[in-house]
């Protein structure tokens, strides 16, 4: 059975850093894309970020641009997002998923397998 656990949200003030995990089993992920998206409170899901199989080409929404990082790991068959600079509006559920293409060229109704979320809460 194919599951994606995220895990590393938590609390943190304004300006501080998470590094959240996207792990992956039942299936080797080395070729598959993820991408990471999150919902505040009252908001629409929205994508935040995507990285490629193959070649690991990155994506990242405009909004958490050159704060966040994407990476992963295949032998460990995880993917990681770092945040760092988090602002108050950066509060929601971050989830890991995957349309199983190798690119990042789906969009959002077509990812069809989800992690449960993790919640990353940023306050003062």
């Known amino acids: 059975q194919v599951q994606l656990v995220e895990s590393g949200g938590g609390l943190v003030q304004p300006g501080g850093s998470l590094r959240l995990s996207c792990k992956i089993s039942?299936?080797?992920?080395?070729?598959?894309?993820i991408g990471w998206f999150r919902q505040a409170p009252g908001k629409e899901r929205e994508g935040v970020s995507c990285i490629s199989g193959v070649d690991a080409t990155t994506y990242y929404a405009d909004s958490i641009k050159d704060r966040f990082t994407v990476s992963r790991v295949n032998a460990r068959n995880t993917v990681y997002l770092q945040m760092n600079s988090l602002k108050l509006e950066d509060t929601a559920i971050y989830y890991c998923a995957t349309d199983w293409r190798h690119n990042c060229e789906g969009v959002q109704s077509q990812y069809n397998t989800w992690g449960q979320g993790t919640q990353v809460t940023v306050s003062s």
């Open positions: 039942g299936v080797t992920m080395d070729y598959v894309a």
